[in-house]
């Protein structure tokens, strides 16, 4: 079946630009994260969701992020006046997070999107 | 904090020895997760195990292993006979009960295996 995808896969953007991140989970997966990889920090968690409501956005960096899920499925992620500190893999992850034990799901990882600001 | 500790960077070996990948982790909780992820040159995450606190079994799977110890907190992947194929970052993960599934990565260890 199809797995978690992410568009667009490269996005070069300048500094104090606004950009737009997508990701489209594997179908019935409940639970969507957001992670970002960069040199300096490694693999960072960013933000949850179980369906369209985020219980848990402690890895969001500034008020610059933001993200929303709509329809259980489609999440985007924004960053506004985009930093070269940004520059980053933006990685999505799905997994089943039904159950009682969503600490215990496997996640399922997209390509990532590779943001570059100028 | 730093939750998960991978102390080595890089290994170097030739094909067909084994490797053995360290992978510490801390935390209070008595109910946790752990997880050995792969990423290979294409970048894309690739699960391979994962381990709850209360199973201290060691697992074999093909040419993988895994060693999990309470005692000393550790969760160490050997590869036995490396392929070239193995050639990757492997990364180490911890997921707490109360945290909603979400996985605090240790910094990855670069595999390179040469013919």
């Known amino acids: 079946g199809a797995g978690v995808s992410q568009s667009p896969s490269n996005k070069v953007t300048e500094k104090g630009k606004d950009v737009e991140l997508r990701c489209d989970p594997i179908?019935?997966?409940?639970?969507l994260y957001w992670y970002r990889q960069s040199l300096g920090q490694g693999l960072e968690f960013l933000i949850y969701?179980?369906?369209?409501?985020?219980?848990?956005k402690s890895g969001l960096p500034s008020d610059r992020f933001s993200a929303e899920r709509t329809g259980g499925s489609v999440s985007t992620l924004t960053i506004q006046r985009t930093q070269q500190e940004d520059s980053a893999v933006y990685l999505c992850?799905?997994?089943?997070?039904?159950?009682?034990?969503?600490?215990?799901?496997?996640?399922?990882f997209g390509p990532g999107t590779r943001l570059t600001v100028l | 904090a730093q939750k998960v500790t991978q102390a080595q960077t890089e290994i170097s070996v030739v094909e067909k020895e084994d490797v053995t990948l360290d992978c510490v982790y801390e935390?209070?909780?008595?109910?946790?997760?752990l997880f050995w992820y792969k990423q290979p040159p294409s970048g894309e995450l690739v699960f391979l195990i994962r381990?709850?606190?209360?199973?201290?079994q060691n697992e074999i799977s093909g040419r993988y292993s895994w060693n999990f110890q309470k005692s000393t907190s550790s969760f160490n992947f050997t590869i036995t006979a490396s392929q070239v194929v193995d050639s990757a970052v492997y990364f180490c993960?911890?997921?707490?009960?109360?945290?909603?599934?979400?996985?605090?990565f240790g910094a990855g260890t670069q595999v390179v295996v040469t013919p």
């Open positions: 993960a911890l997921s707490e009960e109360e945290s909603w599934g979400k996985l605090q």
């Open positions: 179908s019935g997966h409940t639970a």
């Open positions: 935390t209070r909780d008595t109910t946790y997760y």
């Open positions: 969701f179980q369906g369209n409501s985020a219980p848990d």
């Open positions: 381990r709850n606190s209360f199973d201290e």
């Open positions: 992850a799905s997994s089943r997070g039904q159950g009682g034990k969503i600490s215990y799901n496997e996640q399922f």
